[in-house]
Structure formats: structure tokens, C-alpha cells
């Protein structure tokens, strides 16, 4: 939990979540990453992950200059939950040191994270596949700035989360400044056009048999949805289900799937969506949504009948099923 990006503080009311869920019912230890990077252990470690059965694990792979006790907790673990969201956490990297540590851990595995990270080439993927999605430029420090798009338009870093260096832009005026709030976060990013729709974000959970939660819209008072309506008090409202037709629900979830299968996603995944009238177009995925046990992810499989302790022990499951599916193959 924690972790380098803008988002630690989300990540870490999401840990607070699961780890109160989870401790119940297994023997949990947090290691919490500090924003510049350090990993760090609570004082004393559960005796059940310094088991001998554990010791076993080749921990020695680690290149990490960890504190020891982290690089003991790590290889001890039955299964790692990185509640980590946006660069080095989401991203693949978290995911990466944890296959070379041998040990099983939640949600999506390496190439899924940077792909889906990625909101530029995750969407080369889709289209590629044929699931809609919303239309950009892609734009890297020292283009030139150009798009074809009336304005409104949306400019956005292409590796973040959680709204932050997002602008809403009415007019030319505001373009010049609203690069440059994404170029302080990113070196590429997307000039996107504004989609006039209702927002609707969908669930996905499973590894190669994924299935779809219920819908939901998101509402809000905001003229959208940035990080202030994601995250203050009565910022926003859940609809389940979202008021589109029947057709467009079962659209809405076909294509969550498709793009948790085309985004190679295991585990669990959120797919937002834009939806204008009939057309259900993918915004972006996120692999390691908002967690806490109010968090959109958690109230969309509530409403479809899975609870959040439930949602957790899935996860887990997920997690150690992919693990013994992928040592039995020959590298
Ligand atoms: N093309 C668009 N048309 C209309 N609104 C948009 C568009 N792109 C983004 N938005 C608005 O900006 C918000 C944030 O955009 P987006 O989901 O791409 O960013 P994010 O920072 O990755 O979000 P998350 O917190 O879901 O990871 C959306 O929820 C929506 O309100
Ligand atoms: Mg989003």
C-alpha cells in the first residue's frame, strides 16, 4: 500500500479497507511504501510468515536493495494483495518484482498492468479488436499540437489515475495550460474528444472465465468527474442499475469483458464508459480500481450479489489459481 504516485493516499484508505476485511480471517502483515519509495514493515511480523515451510521460496532473486524483513515478508506470503494504484504499483513494475520473487499475488499480472496503464496504447489494443473506444491524439513532449476535435476536448496524461492532470478544455485559450498540467505529469499524452454521454463504470472479476457486475452510472455535481468529486464527501452518486436501455446494460458488460480479455487483465478489472444514446464507447480500464468496501468496484459486485469479504476471498483464489496454472509450463 502507498506507493510513489499521486495516488497514495487513495491507495492507502483502499489497504485500510481489505486489510480490516481480510485480518478476520487470515494473517495479514502490511508493507506500506513511502512516496519516495521505501518499503517498510510494521514492527513485528505474524510468526505464520516466518513458517520454515515458507523458507524455501527463492527470495535471493529479489534484485531489490530491500530492508531484509520486507524481502522475508514477501517470500513468506502465500499471496501478495498490492493495493497500489497508478505508476509503480499498477503499472506492472509491483507485479514484475513479485513474479521474480515467486510469489502469488491479485489482480492483473505484468503485461496486463502496463498495457491497461497505458490509456494510448490500450486503446491501439482495443481497437485492433474492435471493442469501441473513445477517440484521441496521442501527443509526446514536442509535437506538435494538433487534433481534429471541436471543442470541448479532454487533455490527459496517458499514465495516471484518479483525474489528476486532467483538464477539461472549453477553448483554444485553454489548451496551451492544460498541456502543460499533463506534460508535468507524463511525457505523452491524449487529446481526447469530449463524449456528451452518461458515465457508466462495470465490474469485471475472474481469470480466464471473467465475469461482468452490474452497472452503474456515476453521478455528480461537478461539471465532471475530477478528483475532488471522486474522492469528497457526497462528490458523487452510484446508480445501479445506469438508466440506459436493457440492451445497452448487456452492451455495456460484453464489452467490459472483451476489453478485460483483450487487455490479457486475470483477476479483476474496472471498465469506464462513455455512453452517448445508443453507443457504448470504453474510456479506460483500471487494474487495481478504488478499493475500499464503498469504492464503485465494491458497490457494483454488492449489487450483483457478491459481497465485499467475498469479492476479497475470490481475489485471492484468482490469485493462487493463476499461480499453479503458470508454474506447470516450461520456460
Ligand atoms: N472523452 C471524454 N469525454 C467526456 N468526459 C471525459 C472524457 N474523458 C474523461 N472524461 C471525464 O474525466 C474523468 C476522468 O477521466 P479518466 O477516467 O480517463 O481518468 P483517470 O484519471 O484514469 O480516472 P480513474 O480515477 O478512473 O483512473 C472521467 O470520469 C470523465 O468524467
Ligand atoms: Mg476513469
Keep these: 500500500m502507498g506507493g510513489r504516485s499521486s495516488e497514495h493516499d487513495i491507495s492507502l484508505a483502499s489497504a ?3 486489510i480490516e476485511v481480510l485480518r478476520d480471517r487470515y494473517d495479514t502483515v502490511s508493507v506500506e511504501i513511502d512516496r519516495e519509495g521505501h518499503w517498510a514493515l510494521p514492527a513485528a511480523v505474524p510468526p ?4 520454515a515451510e515458507h523458507a524455501s521460496r527463492s527470495v535471493e ?11 522475508a515478508a514477501l517470500a513468506g506470503a502465500d499471496v501478495v494483495f498490492p493495493v497500489l494504484h497508478g505508476p509503480f504499483g499498477e503499472d506492472g513494475t509491483v507485479q514484475g518484482l513479485l513474479e521474480l520473487a515467486g510469489v502469488p499475488y491479485v489482480g492483473p499480472g505484468v503485461l496486463a498492468s502496463a498495457l491497461c496503464m497505458d490509456k494510448d496504447v490500450f486503446k491501439a489494443v482495443l481497437r485492433d479488436r474492435g471493442v469501441p473506444v473513445t477517440s484521441s491524439v496521442t501527443l509526446r513532449h514536442g509535437d506538435p499540437v494538433e487534433h481534429p476535435f471541436p471543442y470541448p476536448v479532454f487533455v490527459k496524461p496517458a499514465r495516471l ?5 486532467i483538464s477539461k478544455v472549453h477553448d483554444e485559450a485553454e489548451l496551451g495550460p492544460a498541456l502543460e498540467l499533463a506534460f508535468r505529469h507524463d511525457e505523452k499524452l491524449l ?27 456515476i453521478v455528480t455535481h461537478a461539471e465532471w468527474y475530477d478528483f475532488s468529486a471522486k474522492y469528497e464527501e457526497g462528490g458523487m452518486e452510484l446508480i445501479v442499475p445506469p438508466p440506459i436501455s436493457d440492451e445497452s446494460v448487456e452492451r455495456v458488460q460484453c464489452l467490459a469483458v472483451e476489453a478485460f480479455v483483450a487487455g490479457e487483465c486475470e483477476g479483476m478489472a ?8 445508443d453507443e457504448v464507447l470504453v474510456n479506460e480500464l483500471n487494474t487495481i480500481p ?32 493463476r499461480h499453479e496454472r503458470q508454474r506447470r509450463y516450461a520456460y
Excluded: H, M, W
Design 290 to 321: 478504488g478499493f475500499t468496501s464503498t469504492s464503485v468496484y465494491a458497490k457494483l459486485f454488492a449489487a450483483s450479489g457478491i459481497s465485499y469479504p467475498e469479492l476479497l476471498d475470490r481475489l485471492i483464489e484468482l490469485a493462487l489459481e
Design 161 to 165: 489515475g484518479s483525474s489528476v492532470g
Design 270 to 277: 474496472r471498465v469506464d464508459f462513455l455512453v452517448r444514446g
Design 191 to 217: 487529446i481526447e474528444e469530449f463524449v456528451d454521454g452518461l458515465e457508466v463504470e462495470c465490474g469485471v472479476l475472474g481469470n480466464r472465465e471473467p465475469i461482468a457486475s452490474l452497472p452503474g452510472q
Design 48 to 51: 505464520a510468515l516466518e513458517a
Design 16 to 18: 485500510g479497507s481489505v
Design 61 to 71: 532473486t529479489l534484485p531489490v536493495l530491500a530492508d531484509s524483513s520486507v524481502a
